[in-house]
């Protein structure tokens, strides 16, 4: 019972941390910044308490982050960056690495793409009146954001190492 205890007031330490970071989100250029960085605190949770926990700590900071938080950047958090860290823990267990990484991709793609379209059904944005850079811009921050995806993924993988041998045993001693 001690254990679940420490668990949930974990939890609740990094979701208020994660709703912290996402206040900033209103700073002008860090509309994905901050969604990302908020997302890889999720590592906390998942290290320290396992998936379950983790999921309940993204349910609890994405009701949390609709509530005030910057609307193109609480769509990135909710509709990617707060749940990645666990899908990507479940995606590196799969064998064929290909697969792993058109998961990732496949994934990654959906959330934009619901993000944008949200995002342009709510705002109704249209890329007809930006002339011929609106019949490519679509192309291009694809591409971009897939190749941000992947420097992210790696980032995130050494920020989980990185948190798993200096911070994990300090804080394992600390829920003892």
Same mark, same amino acid.
């Given at each position: ?53 983790? %999921? @309940?700590?993204?349910?609890?900071? #994405?009701?949390? &982050?609709?509530?005030?938080?910057? $609307?193109? /950047?609480?769509?990135? !958090? ?12 479940v995606f590196e267990k799969i064998k064929i ?32 009146? %930006? @002339?011929?850079?609106?019949?490519? #811009?679509?192309? &291009?921050?694809?591409?971009?954001? $897939?190749? /941000?995806?992947?420097? !992210? ?24």
């Open positions: 019972m001690k254990k679940k205890t420490a668990f949930i007031a974990l939890c609740g330490v990094v979701s208020a941390l994660i709703c912290s970071v996402m206040a900033a989100a209103y700073f002008p250029f860090l509309t994905y910044a901050i969604p990302a960085v908020a997302g890889a605190l999720i590592i906390i949770p998942l290290v320290e308490a396992g998936r379950g926990y983790a %999921l @309940g700590t993204y349910i609890v900071t #994405s009701l949390l &982050v609709m509530l005030f938080a910057e $609307n193109e /950047a609480k769509l990135m !958090y909710i509709c990617l960056f707060g749940y990645y860290p666990v899908l990507k823990a690495r290909a697969v792993e990484y058109i998961l990732k991709f496949l994934v990654f793609n959906l959330a934009v793409t619901a993000v944008y379209l949200l995002f342009a059904g709510v705002f109704m944005i249209d890329t007809e009146g %930006l @002339g011929d850079f609106g019949k490519y #811009s679509v192309i &291009v921050l694809y591409a971009v954001g $897939n190749v /941000a995806f992947v420097l !992210y993924d790696i980032c995130l993988a050494r920020l989980c190492s990185l948190y798993f041998y200096r911070l994990h045993p300090k804080i394992k001693k600390i829920m003892k």
